[in-house]
T-cell receptor, first 108, second 116 residues
Framework: RKEVEQDPGPFNVPEGATVAFNCTYSNSASQSFFWYRQDCRKEPKLLMSVYSSGNEDGRFTAQLNRASQYISLLIRDSKLSDSATYLCVVSGFNKFYFGSGTKLNVKP | GAVVSQHPSWVICKSGTSVKIECRSLDFQATTMFWYRQFPKQSLMLMATSNEGSKATYEQGVEKDKFLINHASLTLSTLTVTSAHPEDSSFYIC????????????FGQGTRLTVV
């Protein structure tokens, strides 16, 4: 079983839409959780950390559900520039494990 | 945010030659760095964890004699792909963990290796 699983998508949404991604992880001892964004042929960049209480950064909201072992990312009012692959990352024992990424296409 | 610099950003080499990729943390000390490989349309796959002053820890299925890792200082780790073959062509990315704050990882720009 993979450490981290994500729906690969693609999610095709119009500008202004709200879109949500989920990610599940297998190791209940995982300690830290992140969402990264990766543009085509570029390195991943940190989008936001995911805190137990949930956190929001502008149009982006991240939530963690430890009981069900999943993480979510909600993007409101999608922009064309949000088009990218979103990677769910789970960390534990000084290792990072990446989901396969969810591709988002925001269309005009 | 923290900066990790990776060099070169792309390289083309002949089969059988070796290629060295450098990863530097520019504004923080990284006792641990990570090396990943990414094939087209696939996720990042952890190859090895590089520990300053000690041997790297390789993931299952990664040949340690083929992918040599050296982490000689707190700001530099190198990955050498030895006797490269076309199937080694890939996007190699390093990252370093900033232990201050949430412990998030910052990534180098990646190296696109093409073996011909």
């Amino acid at each position: 079983r993979k450490e981290v699983e994500q729906d690969p998508g693609p999610f095709n949404v119009p500008e202004g839409a709200t879109v949500a991604f989920n990610c599940t992880y297998s190791n209940s001892a995982s300690q830290s959780f992140f969402w990264y964004r990766q543009d085509c042929r570029k390195e991943p960049k940190l989008l936001m950390s995911v805190y137990s209480s949930g956190n929001e950064d502008g149009r982006f909201t991240a939530q963690l559900n430890r009981a069900s072992q999943y993480i979510s990312l909600l993007i409101r009012d999608s922009k064309l520039s949000d088009s990218a692959t979103y990677l769910c990352v789970v960390s534990g024992f000084n290792k990072f494990y990446f989901g396969s990424g969810t591709k988002l296409n925001v269309k005009p | 945010g923290a900066v990790v610099s990776q060099h070169p950003s792309w390289v083309i080499c002949k089969s059988g030659t070796s290629v060295k990729i450098e990863c530097r943390s520019l504004d923080f000390q990284a006792t641990t760095m990570f090396w990943y490989r990414q094939f087209p349309k696939q996720s990042l796959m952890l190859m090895a964890t590089s520990n300053e002053g000690s041997k790297a820890t390789y993931e299952q299925g990664v040949e340690k004699d083929k992918f040599l890792i050296n982490h000689a200082s707190l700001t530099l780790s190198t990955l050498t792909v030895t006797s490269a073959h076309p199937e080694d062509s890939s996007f190699y990315i390093c990252s370093a963990r900033n232990l201050i704050g949430q412990g998030e990882a910052f990534f180098g720009q990646g190296t696109r290796l093409t073996v011909v």
